[in-house]
Each structure stands twice: as structure tokens, then as C-alpha cells.
């Protein structure tokens, strides 16, 4: 079975440092990828995802991720966080095919920005 | 277009008892999908729902079900709720597949004493 593994749990920055959080998981084959975020107070959303194509995919707010099919990974980076970045970050993962398909979540990343 | 909706958003309930939680999607959309969410076990899948049809299941006990109606809002049932049922409870929905992009509600948060 499919599982996701966020390296980093908690994660503490200062403003203008570069940002990179880790997913990785187990199985192979074809895969979706999602990045959600949760800011304090708000619903889950979709930060980025990947289903084919270039494996450097770019999001809202300045983020991107890169799917890197032999690593199995798919780390969310950005180049400079800002305050307004402390979130709860979640990586996802599809298991299965056709009407089986399910998301398979990571734990989540904590990050903490400093003003 | 209006958010994926939930009530009640709190629930405080007592062991034994049992629970019922709403989710509206966005209008148009046809997939619902439930979410427990938990600080030690992040967002465990409970099932999904495409067309008043559960498409899919988690590893949960038959004391969750759940339902939806023929526009496409769904309830989800915790029948003699243990202490450990106590969390967030997140409804998603999508256009077509769980796998394609989820918009989520603000959650239902319970407390079993």
C-alpha cells in the first residue's frame, strides 16, 4: 500500500530564508501529487499538484515542487518565505486506479516563519 | 460560488452516543470525501462518495457511514462514539474524481467525553 513520509515536522524560519520540505513515498508507478496548505484559521487548499508533464510544477505564492520519478519524491520549495508562510503544509499522494483511487496523506509539516 | 459548507462546526458528545455530520459541496460537484484528522495520525481517509455511491472506503470500523443524497450533499454517521473518535472531521469535494483537485470545508470538530 501506498504511504507518505514528510521528513520534517516542525520547521522554523527566519523571513527571506529559503524553504524546502521534503515527501517522499513508497509506491511506484503513475502517481498524482498534491501540495495543500492549512494557514491558522482556514480550510485546506491546494498549493500545487502534479499529474504529468514538466516535473517542476509552480504553485500559488511563489512555491513549486519538483517530482523526481527515481527518487520517488516530490519536495515543495521556495526560495524566501515570508511571515505570511506559517502553515501546516501536507503532501498527497494517489493510490490505486479508476474508481479505486484513493489520497494517501503525509503527517504534515509544521513551519513557523519569524518576522 | 459558495465554499464546501459543514455543520455543526463544534460537537461535544458523550461515549456511547452518536453523531451525525453535513457536508455541502460546491455546487456542481459530484465527489465527497470524508477526512478524520488527528495531531498523530495527520488526515486518515473515511470514505468517498460519487453519485450517492460509496466509491471508496478507509481502514475505519463499520461505526462510521455515511451517505449522499441525490444533490450530492452528504452526511456522515459515528454510531457508540469511543474516545478516540474525538477529532477533526473534514469534508472535500471535487468535480469528478477524489484523485483530481479537493476543496475542503472548514471541518467539524468533536469532543467525546
Known amino acids: 500500500a501506498q504511504s507518505v513520509s514528510q521528513h520534517n515536522h516542525h520547521v522554523i524560519l527566519s523571513e527571506a530564508a529559503s524553504l524546502e520540505l521534503g515527501c517522499n513515498y513508497s509506491?511506484?508507478?503513475?502517481?498524482?501529487l498534491f501540495w495543500y496548505v492549512q494557514y491558522p484559521g482556514q480550510h485546506l487548499q491546494l498549493l500545487l499538484k502534479?499529474?504529468?508533464?514538466d516535473p517542476l510544477v509552480k504553485g500559488i505564492k511563489g512555491f513549486e515542487a519538483e517530482f523526481i520519478k527515481s527518487k520517488f519524491s516530490f519536495n515543495l520549495r521556495k526560495p524566501s518565505v515570508q511571515w505570511s508562510d506559517t502553515a501546516e503544509y501536507f503532501c498527497?499522494?494517489?493510490?490505486?486506479?479508476?474508481?479505486?483511487?484513493?489520497?494517501?496523506w503525509g503527517l504534515g509539516t509544521s513551519l513557523a516563519v519569524n518576522p | 460560488k459558495a465554499g464546501v459548507t459543514q455543520t455543526p462546526r463544534y460537537l461535544i458528545k458523550t461515549r456511547g452516543q452518536q453523531v451525525t455530520l453535513s457536508c455541502s459541496p460546491i455546487?456542481?460537484?459530484?465527489?465527497v470525501s470524508w477526512y478524520q484528522q488527528t495531531p498523530g495520525q495527520g488526515l486518515q481517509f473515511l470514505f468517498e462518495?460519487?453519485?450517492?455511491?460509496?466509491?471508496n472506503k478507509g481502514n475505519f470500523p463499520g461505526r462510521f457511514s455515511g451517505r449522499q443524497f441525490s444533490n450530492s450533499r452528504s452526511e456522515m454517521n459515528v454510531s457508540t462514539l469511543e474516545l478516540g473518535d474525538s477529532a477533526l472531521y473534514l469534508c472535500?469535494?471535487?468535480?469528478?474524481?477524489?484523485?483530481?483537485?479537493?476543496?475542503f470545508g472548514p471541518g467539524t470538530r468533536l469532543l467525546v467525553l
Open positions: 472535500a469535494s471535487s468535480l469528478e474524481l477524489v484523485a483530481e483537485t479537493q476543496y
Open positions: 455546487s456542481g460537484h459530484r465527489s
Open positions: 462518495y460519487f453519485s450517492e455511491t460509496q466509491r
Open positions: 509506491y511506484g508507478g503513475t502517481v498524482n
Open positions: 502534479y499529474f504529468s508533464g
Open positions: 498527497a499522494v494517489t493510490q490505486g486506479a479508476g474508481n479505486n483511487r484513493k489520497l494517501i
